[in-house]
């Protein structure tokens, strides 16, 4: 079942005051159940194009659904509530509030979704990243490997059809990112959802099942993973 697709994508930014073509003519479809890594050198308009296929981005034209609807058929408070429900980022940077506890950083979408926190599903996406002793820990005492799986469990509380990772082992030491990217590709295995992963790294993009590569804002090869890591 097809969950995500773009058809003659287009994004244009006004840079140094000309328009500048970041995203051309993209199309494209994802799988449920599908891990699928994005690579392209900087510039290549990768994180742009996650950020299209999300809605966090606004297409300058062209389509893109999501399960099954037209971006452009959500209201702002429709994509809010799928941003909190059916889809979640994962960040190179983590974005988890220092001052909070690793729980309370992982119930925060839920929070934020005016959601129900259910306290087996905390401890089950804890132990499922391998974190349920720091359950109560402050996030600044957590290693950076441990932040990133905080930001993991974070995405999975809602249990969402479509998880986005950008560059989400990029601040990490070579040892953490296979770990990292066992545990994406354990998540992927066990639960059906579809990860969209973008990644510099060719070893990285190794753990999904298909690679597309960018170039100048247009995909340029979309090939299956024969060796998968």
Do not use: W
Not at 62 to 83: A, F, H, P
């Amino acid at each position: 079942m097809i969950v995500l697709s773009c058809h003659n994508l287009v994004k244009d930014f006004l840079v140094a005051g000309k328009q500048t073509r970041v995203i051309n003519g993209v199309s494209c479809q994802f799988e449920q159940g599908e891990f699928v890594s994005v690579m392209g050198p900087s510039g290549s308009g990768k994180s742009t194009f996650l950020y299209l296929l999300s809605g966090i981005e606004k297409k300058t034209s062209g389509s893109v659904q999501i399960l099954g609807k037209e971006i452009d058929q959500y209201n702002e408070k429709e994509i809010s509530k799928l941003r909190s429900s059916d889809i979640s980022f994962i960040f190179q940077a983590y974005n988890l509030i220092p001052n909070f506890t690793v729980y309370e950083n992982v119930i925060t979408p839920l929070l934020i979704g005016k959601k129900k926190v259910n306290e087996q599903d905390v401890d089950n996406v804890l132990a499922s990243v391998g974190l349920k002793k720091y359950k109560n820990s402050p996030v600044t005492m957590l290693s950076g490997g441990e932040q990133q799986r905080v930001a993991i469990a974070r995405a999975l509380i809602t249990k969402p059809k479509i998880l986005f990772a950008d560059e989400a082992t990029g601040n990490l030491d070579s040892k953490t990112v296979v770990a990292v990217m066992k545990l994406l590709q354990k998540i992927n295995e066990l639960t059906n959802i579809t990860i969209i992963h973008v990644t510099h790294s060719e070893k990285c993009a190794l753990y999904g099942h298909r690679i597309l590569n960018m170039l100048d804002g247009k995909i340029i090869s979309d090939r299956k993973v024969t060796n998968r890591l």
